[in-house]
């Protein structure tokens, strides 16, 4: 075993890439492509779009060196049965997941929307992971996945940073996954939340794991 060491806060981290598994949180072209449902509510979307490169290249890298690479997208059944109410009872009618959108039904899997924009795209043998929530772990088979792959470390990126990327790495926090997260593949709508929430992952001696950047990561792989 080969431990890879991150330079990271709240302080470097020693990885076995052998059990590292990149997670990348819903790169979806609803959120993240002019005249999707993301620009559709107001959103400046080129927040998000600059966490695309830093999370082509580490996927690159990742693929490189022949490490595990998930994708996960956020959506429900056409029919919504998987869909609880308390989520989509909110916000203007004319918006609601179901609603017709600028690329198909909003979070409805199949529709062009919920697809993952092309730059990102998983290649044969990635796992995608079709989330109802906006945890990774919920109702989903990734902690399976994991366990099947003998992962202890997971990488997790993508956005938005304190919506799914926080609520995944909590989840896998509490499951004993070491997360570490680099903050330049992440985005955020709000750039207050995105550092907010770097901040609350590193804090009180990692709390939730670990916060580096993709260049760092790549440099410790080597
Ligand atoms: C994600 C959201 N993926 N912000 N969803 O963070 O609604």
């Not at 022949?66 to 956020?74: D, P, Y």
């Not at 399976?144 to 989840?171: A, K, P, S, W």
């Not at 995105?194 to 790549?218: P, Y």
């Amino acid at each position: 075993m080969t431990l890879a060491a991150v330079d990271a806060q709240p302080a470097p981290i020693a990885i076995d890439p052998a059990r590292t598994a990149l997670v990348v949180i819903d790169m979806q072209r609803d959120f993240l492509e002019p005249g999707g449902f993301g620009e559709t509510l107001g959103n400046d979307i080129s927040l998000l779009a600059a966490a695309v490169e830093p999370c082509r290249a580490l996927i690159a890298g990742f693929r490189r060196h022949g490490m595990l690479v998930i994708h996960t997208r956020e959506g429900h059944r056409p029919d919504l049965s998987d869909a609880p109410r308390a989520k989509v009872e909110r916000g203007e009618p004319r918006l609601r997941i179901g609603a017709q959108g600028p690329m198909g039904r909003i979070l409805v899997r199949g529709e062009a929307g919920h697809d993952i924009i092309p730059a990102l795209y998983p290649i044969d043998g990635e796992p995608v992971i079709d989330k109802p929530g906006k945890g990774a772990f919920h109702a989903t088979d990734l902690h399976q996945i994991l366990l099947n792959d003998d992962v202890e470390y997971l990488v997790v990126c993508g956005v938005t940073t304190e919506v799914c990327v926080h609520t995944t790495v909590r989840e896998a926090n509490d499951r004993g996954y070491r997360c570490i997260v680099p903050g330049d593949c992440c985005a955020s709508y709000f750039p207050e939340f995105h550092e907010v929430g770097l901040r609350m992952i590193s804090a009180q001696g990692g709390i939730f794991g670990w916060v580096t950047d993709s260049t760092r990561i790549l440099a410790a792989l080597g």
